[in-house]
Nanobody
C-alpha cells in the first residue's frame, strides 16, 4: 500500500496558477503509474492527468490540455500537477492516485485501476 498526501490547493482568481504536490510513501513508488483526478460538487470524478512510472508518457484530459503539466520526481517520491490559466470550471477537490499494477502496459485514466488515493486538496477558482 502507498500512502499519498496532496498539498498545494487553495483559492485563486481565474487566470492564476497553482502547483499541486503529492508525496508518496514506500520504496517502490518509482514502479507505479500515477494519476491526478478531480471531483467537483455534484459531478462524477474525472481523470485530469496521468504519468507513467518513468515519466516518459503523460496523459491529459481535453479540458486541461495545454494548461496543466504533470511531472514526477522518483528520487523524492513525489508527483506534481502544475496548473496554469486556471478557470472557474477547474474548481474541484483534486486527488492523486497510484496504480500498483506493474504489468499494466498503458497509463490508465480509469479510477478503478488505481489502488491508493490521497485525501484530496481543494482548488477553488473565482471568476
Amino acid at each position: 500500500q502507498v500512502q499519498l498526501v496532496e498539498s498545494g490547493g487553495g483559492l485563486v482568481q481565474a487566470g492564476a496558477s497553482l502547483r499541486l504536490s503529492c508525496a508518496a510513501s514506500g520504496r517502490t513508488f518509482s514502479s507505479y503509474n500515477m494519476g491526478w483526478f478531480r471531483q467537483a460538487p455534484g459531478k462524477e470524478r474525472e481523470s485530469v492527468a496521468a504519468i507513467s512510472w518513468s515519466g516518459g508518457y503523460t496523459y491529459y484530459s481535453d479540458s486541461v490540455k495545454g494548461r496543466f503539466t504533470i511531472s514526477r520526481d522518483n528520487a523524492k517520491n513525489a508527483v506534481y500537477l502544475q496548473m496554469n490559466s486556471l478557470k472557474p470550471e477547474d474548481t474541484a477537490v483534486y486527488y492523486c492516485a497510484a496504480d500498483r499494477n506493474r504489468y499494466r502496459v498503458y497509463v490508465s485514466v480509469d479510477g478503478r485501476d488505481y489502488d491508493d488515493w490521497g485525501q484530496g486538496t481543494q482548488v477553488t477558482v473565482s471568476s
